[in-house]
C-alpha cells in the first residue's frame, strides 16, 4: 500500500501573518548585514545608522524612565524596530499594512498595560494600588478618584493601539483618495497632461509627510509606553 510519509498539513497564513513573517526576515537580515563587514575590516553605513537609533533610544529611555530604566531597553528597542518595520513596509504601494489593523495594535498596547502593571506588582505590592489616588486627595473624594484613575488607566491599553492604527488608516486612505482623484485628471482631459506634474508633486509630498507619520508612530509609542513604565515604576 502506498502511503506519504508525511501527512498533509494545512497552514492557512493570512496576509497579517504573511507581512508579520516578513518583518522578521528582514529584522533577521537587516543584523546579518550589519555585522558582515565589520568582520571582514570594512566600514558600514548600515550599522552605523543602526547604532544611531540605538543611542536615540537609549537617551529617549534615560529620560523617560528614572528607576533602572536600562534594565527595559532590548524591549523598547525590539518594540520600536517592529512598528516601525511594519508601517514602512506599508507604505510600498500594493503591500499590506499590519499596524493598520486594529487586532494587531490593540494587541500590542494590551500587552503593554499588561507588562507594566505586572512590573508595578512586582516592585510594590499592594501598594501599586497608590497610583490611583493623587497625593493629597480629601478622603471624601478617594472613591470617585479611584474609579476615574481606574478608566483612565484602563483606557492606556486602548488609546495606545488606536492612535497607532487610526493615523495608519488615515494616511492610507488619504494617499488612495489622491492617487485615484489625480490619475482621473491626468488621463481625463488634455489639460490633465500638461499639468500631470502638479498632482505627481503633491503625491510625493503627501507620500513623504506619510513616511514621517509611519517613523513618528513609532516613536509615540514607545515613548508613550516608556512613560508608562515610569509611572508604575515610580507610582507617578
Not at 6 to 35: A, H, Q
Not at 186 to 209: E, M, Q, R
Request: glycine content about 8%; overall charge neutral; some cysteine.
Amino acid at each position: 500500500i502506498d502511503a506519504p510519509l508525511l501527512p498533509l498539513i494545512e497552514l492557512p497564513l493570512t496576509n497579517l501573518g504573511l507581512y508579520l513573517l516578513i518583518v522578521l526576515g528582514v529584522v533577521i537580515s537587516g543584523l546579518v548585514i550589519s555585522f558582515i563587514p565589520a568582520r571582514i575590516g570594512r566600514d558600514n553605513s548600515w550599522l552605523v545608522t543602526l547604532e544611531s537609533i540605538y543611542g536615540f533610544l537609549v537617551n529617549l529611555v534615560d529620560s523617560q524612565v528614572a528607576i533602572a530604566g536600562h534594565i527595559y531597553i532590548p524591549a523598547i528597542i525590539a518594540l520600536f524596530s517592529f512598528i516601525l518595520l511594519c508601517n514602512l513596509l506599508g507604505l510600498i504601494p500594493y503591500s499590506y499594512t499590519v499596524t493598520a489593523q486594529f487586532a494587531l495594535t490593540l494587541g500590542l498596547s494590551f500587552t503593554v498595560l499588561l507588562g507594566v502593571t505586572i512590573l508595578g506588582l512586582q516592585r510594590h505590592g499592594v501598594h501599586f494600588f497608590s497610583i490611583l489616588v493623587p497625593a493629597g486627595t480629601p478622603l471624601v473624594l478617594v472613591p470617585l478618584l479611584v474609579v476615574i484613575e481606574a478608566i483612565s488607566y484602563l483606557a492606556r491599553a486602548i488609546s495606545l493601539g488606536v492612535r497607532l492604527s487610526a493615523n495608519m488608516i488615515s494616511g492610507h486612505v488619504l494617499l488612495k483618495i489622491i492617487s485615484t482623484f489625480s490619475w482621473q485628471f491626468i488621463t481625463g482631459s488634455i489639460l490633465g497632461v500638461i499639468l500631470g506634474f502638479l498632482p505627481v508633486l503633491f503625491l510625493t509630498a503627501l507620500y513623504a509627510l506619510e513616511l514621517g507619520v509611519a517613523i513618528l508612530q513609532a516613536y509615540v509609542f514607545v515613548l508613550l509606553t516608556a512613560s508608562y513604565l515610569n509611572d508604575v515604576l515610580s507610582l507617578h
